[in-house]
């Protein structure tokens, strides 16, 4: 091999970059101090953009498919180097490859909880987590903006501030949605879709596409968890039972209590209460329930009932209407006897108290005269 061969042999024929990594996003081809000769030939590949770069100056940048390098197929090269007539001689420059396939499986996620406020829970916090797909859009501006100098630049070292700004539009996306809580876990399709188009004017600045986002998880404190799971039961399971499932756990809850008997008695007593006024609050709503076929079926509402009233004979006179309520008192202050005459409408004559049966019960509640000392 002659001198001429050998330094014939140090000049670039072919210029090309095989990827067999997973998280390259830019590749500069090395020289060696290898000179590119004219006439060389660039091999780019599907998923790939070649940019050269003349001393710190973006220059050409070529699309997939192979290139022959000379002054035709390099017009801005060929202005910075002064080339007005063609070149023959090798000449430098540095070659970038940029991939621009999809990089998938990028993982971002919340490291602190995000603070909301809710209509019905107050203030609480949620933690979110999922991933994203990112290509670069743009080579020349990610070369400039982010690449830099770099010779073998990879998804981690963007990936810490791709992540930081997932998280920043994001909180602000789900502060300005104002949705329940409950509803972030179950539209995680939509508030992916929203968080998206909002990021992708950030990502656009590098240079990058934003191709897909997603949010896999939506996670908020146990205590809240649960009462929305109790919540969502309450339109489709018995209030009753519902409400003597309460009382039975409050029960329960009062026996295991350190203070034995009597804490269970208090229990029991709150445990009753409880189921009480539950069904109390209850009661009005299962009424209209129960009224609403009638009425879809074209009949009409039950009439209000009303409440029973009685007149009385007291000291020799007449008085009344009185309501139950009022009646029991009078007969715990021994106003009315079982043998008082009363009446109401609907009774055919005046009859002793005692043997009206919607009465004779409030005797049974008034205790006994005391014996005689």
Known sequence: MGLFDSIRGEFIDIIEWTDDSNDTLVYR????????????????????????????????????????????????????????????SPFKAEVYFVSTRNFTDQKWGTKNPITLSDARFGMLEIRAFGTYVIKVDDPTIFLREIVGTDGHFTTDEISNQLRSMIVAQFTDAI?????????????????????????????????IKLTKFLIENVSMPEEIKKEIFELSRL????????????????????????????????????????ANQM????????????????????????????????????????????????????????????????????????TAAGEVSSLSNLFGAVPPPLPPS
Do not use: C
């Open 279 to 350: 069904g109390n609050a209850f009661a009005p709503q299962q009424q209209q329930a129960a009224a609403q076929p009638a009425v879809a079926a074209g009949g009409a509402p039950p009439p209000i009932p009303v409440a029973e009233t009685y007149h009385v004979v007291v000291s020799g006179q007449q008085a009344g209407p009185f309501d139950m309520a009022t009646l029991q008192k009078m007969i715990s202050e021994n106003q009315i006897t079982k043998e008082s005459l009363v009446w109401k409408q609907g009774m055919p004559t005046w």
């Open 175 to 207: 502060g300005e949605a104002e949705l329940p809580v409950e509803k972030y876990a179950a539209n995680t399709n939509e508030i992916s879709k929203l968080v998206k188009d909002i990021m992708q004017e950030d990502f656009n600045g590098y240079g």
């Open 29 to 88: 081809f090395e020289r060696h101090d290898n000179e590119i000769k004219n006439n060389a030939k660039l091999v780019v590949r599907e998923g790939q953009v070649a940019v050269f770069i003349n001393e710190g100056q973006l220059a050409d940048v070529f699309t997939p498919g192979t290139h022959t390098l000379s002054t035709q197929n390099l017009p801005i090269l060929t202005t910075l180097k002064g080339w007005k007539y063609g070149f023959d």
């Open 235 to 274: 339109d489709s399971i018995d209030l009753d039972k519902f409400a003597k499932i309460k009382a039975a756990k409050a029960i329960e809850k009062a026996a295991e209590n350190e203070s034995g008997t009597a804490g269970a008695g208090m229990g029991m007593g709150m445990g009753f209460a409880m």
